[in-house]
């Protein structure tokens, strides 16, 4: 069993940048691909970035490429979400997610079996 809580959204301006944590619980951390995805108003839950258990190597979605990045650390089972030059269409709820799968395939939502509660990210042109 994994428990997670999300942390670190706020309202920011257009080029600013935010810090989002993933704090999780369970020994079974350390073996958990661990995913980031954001829902906005209106919108179907998309993925924005993961980071496998087995590699530590992330995944990222075209559409934050280059201005997020994923990092995590398994001796504070946590995962960080880092959003630079963030822009209005960043605006959503975040989430962070988590899979036991060994070969998960990481941008689809229905493969993670743990989320947390989400954190609100509002940028302001």
């Known amino acids: 069993q994994v428990q997670l809580v999300e942390s670190g959204g706020g309202l920011v301006q257009a080029g600013d940048s935010l810090k989002l944590s993933c704090a999780a619980s369970?020994?079974?951390?350390?073996?958990?691909?661990m995913g980031w995805f954001r829902q906005a108003p209106g919108k179907e839950r998309e993925f924005i970035t993961a980071?496998?258990?087995?590699?530590?190597?992330?995944y990222y979605a075209d559409s934050v490429k280059g201005r997020f990045t994923i990092s995590r650390d398994n001796a504070k089972n946590t995962v960080y979400l880092q959003m630079n030059n963030l822009k209005p269409e960043d605006t959503a709820v975040y989430y962070c997610?988590?899979?036991?799968?060994?070969?998960?395939?990481?941008?689809?939502?229905?493969?993670?079996?743990?989320w947390g509660q989400g954190t609100q990210v509002t940028v302001s042109s």
């Open positions: 997610a988590a899979t036991r799968k060994l070969f998960p395939v990481v941008n689809k939502k229905d493969e993670y079996d743990y």
């Open positions: 980071i496998y258990w087995s590699s530590g190597l992330p």
């Open positions: 369970g020994r079974t951390f350390s073996t958990a691909t």
